[in-house]
């Protein structure tokens, strides 16, 4: 919808930049439904009203929070990983190398 020019005149009395219309609707899409409901999309547009740099760091901040859950994630595997090693018992082979 983005080429009805009604839809593009409202973004851009909203100061809204949508050259990246991919980015836009994830930024709206708070609840990562795959889905923009109207609340998400009022709440958003606001937010995000001003030149395209607030846009762009709205991405990154996002990006960040991925990133961070991500690594969060994956340290929380290696850290189950490293105390199920730390509790298997070991045997001793010392005297196979004597």
Request: aromatic share 8%.
């Amino acid at each position: 919808h983005l080429d009805n020019e009604p839809v593009k005149a409202y973004f851009e009395s909203l100061e809204l930049d949508v050259t990246d219309v991919s980015a836009l609707f994830q930024l709206l899409d708070s609840d990562d439904g795959n889905l923009v409901d109207l609340d998400e999309f009022v709440t958003g547009l606001i937010r995000l009203r001003g030149s395209a740099k607030r846009v762009d760091v709205a991405v990154i901040m996002q990006q960040l929070a991925q990133f961070i859950q991500r690594t969060d994630a994956s340290f929380f595997r290696l850290h189950s990983v490293s105390e199920k090693a730390n509790t298997t018992p070991r045997r001793d082979v010392r005297h196979l190398v004597a």
